[in-house]
C-alpha cells in the first residue's frame, strides 16, 4: 500500500505529498520519503543533501530563492515544528503556468511536504515563533549558481498573510524582476 499520496497543484509538477500515520497507543509511525513511491516524480534523481533551518520569529521571511541551470534542482519541503506559510513561483520558460506561485500552509500536523521541481522559486513566511523547515535537495547548495526574486515585489504579487517581521539582508537586497525577463530554460 502506498504511504505517500500526492496532490497536485495548478504549478505542474509541484505536489503536496502526505504521509500515511499510523498511530497505536505509544504515539504515530510515519513515512517520510520512499524513491520507488517518488520515482515517477523525481525521475533519476538522488536526494544529496538535507537541510535544516529554524525561523525564531513570527512573520520571518525567507526567499524567494532557486538555483540556476546546470544546478537547478528537486526540493522536498517538510516543516516539522510550527507554520509557515510557504509559496513557489513557476519561473519556467515556456511554462504554462510561467510566473504564476502557489501557497499552502505547512505544519506537521497535516504531515505533509511540497515537492519543488527546478526552474521554481521557493520562499516562505513564519505563521509561529520557531518555526522549523527541513529540506531535501537533488543538487548540492552551490553559492554561485544561487538565484533570488525580492519577497516583496509588486510583479509577485505574493499576498504575506502576517507583517514582515524578518528578512535576511541578503533576501532584502534581491533584485526586482525585470521586465524582459523570459524564464529559465532548463
Ligand atoms: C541554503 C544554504 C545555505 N548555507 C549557508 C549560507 C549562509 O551562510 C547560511 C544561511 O543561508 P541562507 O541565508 O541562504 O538561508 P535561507 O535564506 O534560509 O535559504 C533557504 O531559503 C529557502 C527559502 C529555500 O528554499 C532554501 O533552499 C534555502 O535557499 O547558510 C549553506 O551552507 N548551505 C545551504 O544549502
Known amino acids: ?10 504549478l505542474a509538477g509541484v505536489e503536496l505529498i502526505t504521509s500515511l500515520r499510523h498511530s497505536d497507543s505509544r ?24 537541510n535544516h ?5 513570527q ?5 524567494m530563492h532557486f538555483q540556476y541551470p546546470p544546478y537547478a534542482e528537486y526540493k522536498l519541503v517538510r516543516c516539522i515544528v510550527g507554520r509557515v506559510f510557504d509559496v513557489v513561483i513557476d519561473l519556467r520558460a515556456g511554462s504554462a503556468s510561467f510566473m504564476q506561485h502557489i501557497s499552502v500552509e505547512l505544519s506537521p500536523e497535516q504531515n505533509t511536504m ?3 521541481p527546478p526552474g521554481c522559486a521557493h520562499g516562505f ?14 543538487a548540492f547548495y552551490t553559492p554561485d549558481a544561487e538565484g533570488g526574486l525580492r519577497f ?35
Open 125 to 138: 513566511q513564519s505563521l509561529t515563533d520557531n518555526a522549523e523547515l527541513l529540506y531535501l535537495h537533488s
Open 59 to 63: 512573520g520571518t521571511v525567507r526567499g
Open 27 to 50: 504515539g504515530s509511525f510515519s513515512r517520510w520519503f520512499c524513491q520507488q513511491e517518488l520515482a515517477s516524480l523525481l525521475p533519476r534523481q538522488q536526494i544529496v543533501q538535507i
Open 152 to 186: 516583496d515585489d509588486p510583479a509577485l504579487k505574493i499576498d504575506w498573510p502576517l507583517p514582515i517581521s524578518c528578512v535576511s539582508e541578503r533576501d532584502a537586497q534581491l533584485p526586482l524582476l525585470n521586465q524582459h525577463f523570459s524564464g529559465l530554460k532548463l
Open 114 to 116: 511540497l515537492l519543488i
Open 1 to 10: 500500500m502506498d504511504k505517500l499520496s500526492r496532490q497536485s497543484t495548478k
Open 53 to 57: 533551518s529554524i525561523s525564531s520569529k
